[in-house]
């Protein structure tokens, strides 16, 4: 398995190259572009939120439990709180993240069981794009996939941890398989999971926005179309840049 040293440097300079990709190639705003790279950097330790005690855990949810609630501000807005009812907000979201989560975390879960897995990522995934609010859904889908791929990089990392090279030969450690998966041994910690993933879909789906946007004007497939149009736009838009530099320097 990784250490954790691995997991954070690699998943932050993913993060890193993501967020260059997006600001060059998808004109994603300069801050936003930061933003993800350290949302995709912070969610490569995320799945060893399952460890029972250490340096993984202790990190993981400080870092969290001071993020979340920055993040949130602009769902606080939304609900239409006062300055002094969002520092009272984001104060009760550092404390349950701090206490009540991280205690939820050492109690019911175990190391590489279904926090450990692909319908986790997804999950972490539809929860940051709850809580981070914005009016342009592809700018909280750009941050969501920041999520979501810092989360698969650990879950990466520790499938190649899984081969170990000694004496010349290729050994498969017991570990192998545990960390990317879709379900594991156990049928309720498969059950809770989906459930979950479920219950976080039907959640994004519902959100204000996705309603009065893409659900109650139009349907489902509107917002993919759009949302590949965009990414189209911006590619096709970098291309031609490129090509026409091109073009320019050969003259």
């Not at 930061?34 to 490569?44: D, F, Q, R």
């Amino acid at each position: 398995m990784a250490d954790f040293k691995t997991h954070i440097s690699t998943s932050t300079v993913i993060g890193i190259g993501y967020g260059i990709a997006g600001y060059h190639f998808l004109e994603i705003p300069p801050s936003t572009a930061i933003v993800a790279a350290g949302l995709c950097g912070v969610s490569g330790m995320l799945p060893d939120l399952d460890s029972d005690s250490g340096v993984p855990l202790r990190e993981t949810v400080t870092f969290s439990a001071a993020v979340v609630p920055m993040l949130m501000l602009d769902r606080f807005q939304q609900m239409g709180l006062s300055n002094e009812s969002m520092v009272l907000a984001a104060g009760v979201v550092y404390l349950t993240i701090r206490f009540v989560i991280a205690e939820i975390f050492r109690r019911y879960t175990v190391h590489r069981g279904m926090w450990h897995s692909i319908p986790a990522a997804i999950s972490v995934g539809l929860l940051a794009f709850l809580i981070v609010h914005g009016e342009d859904i592809l700018l909280r889908a750009f941050k969501t996939t920041a999520v979501v791929l810092g989360f698969m990089v650990h879950l990466l990392l520790d499938e190649i941890w899984s081969f170990e090279l000694r004496g010349g030969r290729v050994r498969i450690k017991k570990s192998f398989g545990t960390a990317m998966k879709f379900w594991g041994k156990d049928s309720w910690a498969n059950f809770s999971t989906y459930t979950k993933l479920a219950l976080l879909a039907a959640l994004a789906a519902s959100d204000p926005y996705m309603m009065e946007n893409y659900f109650h004007r139009t349907d489902a497939g509107q917002f993919r179309s759009a949302a590949r149009e965009w990414i189209g736009e911006r590619i096709d838009q970098r291309v031609g840049e490129r090509l026409e530099e091109a073009s320019t320097e050969l003259r």
